[in-house]
C-alpha cells in the first residue's frame, strides 16, 4: 500500500501563489508516475499535471503556464506550484500516485482563490 500526505492549500487572492506537496510511503517501489488532480463542487475530478518516472509531464491546458510539477525522488515528495491563481482554480487538490497499474489518492487538500 501506498500511503500519501497533502500539504499547502488554503486561501489566497487572485494572482497569488501556493505550493502544494505530497509526500508518498510505505509500499512505494516500482511507483509509474505521480500527480495532481482537481475537484470543484459539482463537477468531476480532473487531471492537473503529472510526471512519470521517466520525468514526462502532461500539464491540463488550462494550467499550461501557471502550474509546475516537480518531484524530489529522495524525500518521496512530489510539489505542485501553482502561480497566477485564478478563482477558476478553486477546488479540492488531489495527490495522485499510479503503482503497477494501481491508483491511490490522498486525502485532498482545499485550495480557494478569492477574487
Known amino acids: 500500500q501506498v500511503q500519501l500526505v497533502e500539504s499547502g492549500g488554503g486561501l489566497v487572492q487572485a494572482g497569488g501563489s501556493l505550493r502544494l506537496s505530497c509526500a508518498a510511503s510505505g509500499t512505494i517501489f516500482g511507483i509509474n508516475a505521480m500527480g495532481w488532480y482537481r475537484q470543484a463542487p459539482g463537477k468531476q475530478r480532473d487531471l492537473v499535471a503529472t510526471?512519470?518516472?521517466?520525468?514526462?509531464?502532461t500539464y491540463a491546458d488550462s494550467v499550461k503556464g501557471r502550474f509546475t510539477i516537480s518531484r524530489d525522488n529522495a524525500k518521496k515528495t512530489v510539489y505542485l506550484r501553482m502561480n497566477s491563481l485564478t478563482p477558476e482554480d478553486t477546488a479540492v487538490y488531489y495527490c495522485c500516485v499510479v503503482r503497477y497499474g494501481s491508483n491511490y489518492w490522498g486525502q485532498g487538500t482545499q485550495v480557494t482563490v478569492s477574487s
Open positions: 510526471i512519470t518516472s521517466g520525468d514526462s509531464i
